[in-house]
């Protein structure tokens, strides 16, 4: 059983499209995040919701929105997307947001803007 | 700012040991992971840190010094499978994880 799934795992779309990336998790947990990875491997928090309130929200992009309809799912959609866009983003879940509570995260989708 | 820094790339030999070091600079501080993350997949939690000292969890061991805002991550008997990023990503005092880039390691036999 599939503890953190993302799709898609592979998305190659053009310039300017608008595209979703759907997140579920079956842990339970109540705080659930997206991450891109860059080219670099930095892993940067873009998103994090706990209960279906967003309590972190990073300098991204207003193309960038989460959409939570429950607490076990966490899409990503992106408006117009850019050249730079294209990364990895994971999504991920923890039980609380406190220090210490393990991250799990879904396999990545690979994201790449031509 | 925050800073964290590990080595880019590191390689052994399959059987050795290796240490992967990581300085970090926080605002504030509430621990330390350390996470694997093989070429292409996910990345997976290998240990937590708050307290000095070492924590040791079969072949991996994580060592945490606050005063000198040091960690490294102690890998033994050394196997191929063990090829992969090793990322260090302290918490910060606003509950924030700060990740760095990894270190790649790179087995040989």
């Known amino acids: 059983d599939t503890a953190v799934s993302q799709t898609p795992k592979y998305l190659v779309t053009q310039m300017g499209n608008d595209k979703s990336i759907k997140c579920e998790q079956n842990?339970?947990?109540?705080?659930m995040y997206w991450y891109k990875q860059d080219s670099k491997k930095f892993l940067k928090i873009m998103f994090s919701?706990?209960?279906?309130?967003?309590?972190i929200n990073e300098t991204v992009p207003n193309r960038f929105s989460p959409k939570s309809p429950d607490k076990a799912h966490l899409n990503l959609h992106i408006n117009s997307l850019e050249l730079g866009d294209s990364a990895v983003y994971f999504c991920?879940?923890?039980?609380?947001?406190?220090?210490?509570?393990?991250?799990?995260f879904g396999e990545g989708s690979w994201l790449t803007v031509v | 700012g925050q800073n964290i820094d590990q080595p880019t790339e590191m390689t052994a030999t399959e059987g050795a040991i290796v240490q992967i070091n990581c300085t970090y600079q926080?605002?504030?501080?509430?621990?330390l992971f350390w996470y694997q993350q093989h070429a292409g997949e996910a990345p997976t939690f290998l240990s937590y840190?708050?307290l000095d000292g070492l924590e040791e969890k079969g072949r991996f061991s994580s060592f945490l010094s606050r005063s000198k805002g040091y960690s490294y991550l102690l890998l033994k008997e050394l196997q191929m499978k063990d090829s992969a990023s090793y990322l260090c990503?302290?918490?910060?005092?606003?509950?924030?994880?700060?990740w760095g880039a990894g270190t790649k390691l790179i087995i040989k036999p």
């Open positions: 840190n708050v």
């Open positions: 991920a879940s923890s039980h609380g947001d406190n220090p210490g509570n393990t991250i799990y």
């Open positions: 842990l339970g947990h109540d705080t």
């Open positions: 926080t605002s504030g501080f509430n621990g």
């Open positions: 919701y706990n209960n279906k309130e967003l309590i």
């Open positions: 990503a302290p918490w910060d005092s606003n509950y924030q994880l700060i």
